[in-house]
T-cell receptor, first 113, second 118 residues
Framework: DGGITQSPKYLFRKEGQNVTLSCEQNLNHDAMYWYRQDPGQGLRLIYYSQIVNDFQKGDIAEGYSVSREKKESFPLTVTSAQKNPTAFYLC????????????FGQGTRLTVV | AQTVTQSQPEMSVQEAETVTLSCTYDTSESDYYLFWYKQPPSRQMILVIRQEAYKQQNATENRFSVNFQKAAKSFSLKISDSQLGDAAMYFCAYRSATNSNSGYALNFGKGTSLLVTP
């Protein structure tokens, strides 16, 4: 079945550590996105990519990094520079067309311990 | 940047009744798309309905319909014959029709939590 897979579902990070969240899609979508969800804040865009080997910062990119080496994969690294990383992270993908539906993964809950 | 405002943090409706969730947005663009997404307790985002700004006709999907008022920049969601499974967080989202500063990324409101009571 086609879809987006995020892993892990739950992730714990110690202070000062970098962690990487995985996002894989088999929908043959060109565009991929990372969002952060906090209670009462909706979804905020971290990074997006419209093509392999290219990506752009979103509204809250500080403390995060991404790569897009393959069309299917768009991993997000939460670096130690991100001061408040505890949140729910959602990955999405869509065709490169404004009117198309964006499909979402099931999310990763990151907690700093 | 476009902003999306959902002024109702929480709403409640009785089973079988009708409820309307509000959404307003701010944009200087004339062509864009609007979406309503549902996020149940599983946290899986599910598309409920979409509206193309250049279409005057309001979109409808079974029990879900929208009231799109382009001049007022308003995009409300009406849920008819509410069911217990409709209980979820609902997000209104805007997407530019042009490959702008955020590409084709969705711009979300803060959401409305809908409670459905028996």
């Amino acid at each position: 079945d086609g879809g987006i897979t995020q892993s892990p579902k739950y992730l714990f990070r110690k202070e000062g550590q970098n962690v990487t969240l995985s996002c894989e899609q088999n929908l043959n979508h060109d565009a991929m996105y990372w969002y952060r969800q906090d209670p009462g804040q909706g979804l905020r865009l971290i990074y997006y990519s419209q093509i392999v080997n290219d990506f752009q910062k979103g509204d809250i990119a500080e403390g995060y990094s991404v790569s897009r080496e393959k069309k299917e994969s768009f991993p997000l690294t939460v670096t130690s520079a991100q001061k408040n990383p505890t949140a729910f992270y959602l990955c999405a993908s869509s065709m490169f067309f404004a009117g198309t539906e964006a499909f979402f993964g099931q999310g990763t809950r990151l907690t700093v311990v | 940047a476009q902003t999306v405002t959902q002024s109702q943090p929480e709403m409640s409706v009785q089973e079988a009744e009708t409820v309307t969730l509000s959404c307003t947005y701010d944009t200087s663009e004339s062509d864009y798309y609007l979406f309503w997404y549902k996020q149940p307790p599983s946290r899986q985002m599910i598309l409920v309905i979409r509206q193309e700004a250049y279409k005057q006709q309001n979109a409808t999907e079974n029990r879900f319909s929208v009231n799109f008022q382009k001049a007022a920049k308003s995009f409300s969601l009406k849920i008819s014959d509410s069911q217990l499974g409709d209980a979820a967080m609902y997000f209104c989202a805007y997407r530019s029709a042009t490959n702008s500063n955020s590409g084709y990324a969705l711009n979300f409101g803060k959401g409305t939590s809908l409670l459905v009571t028996p």
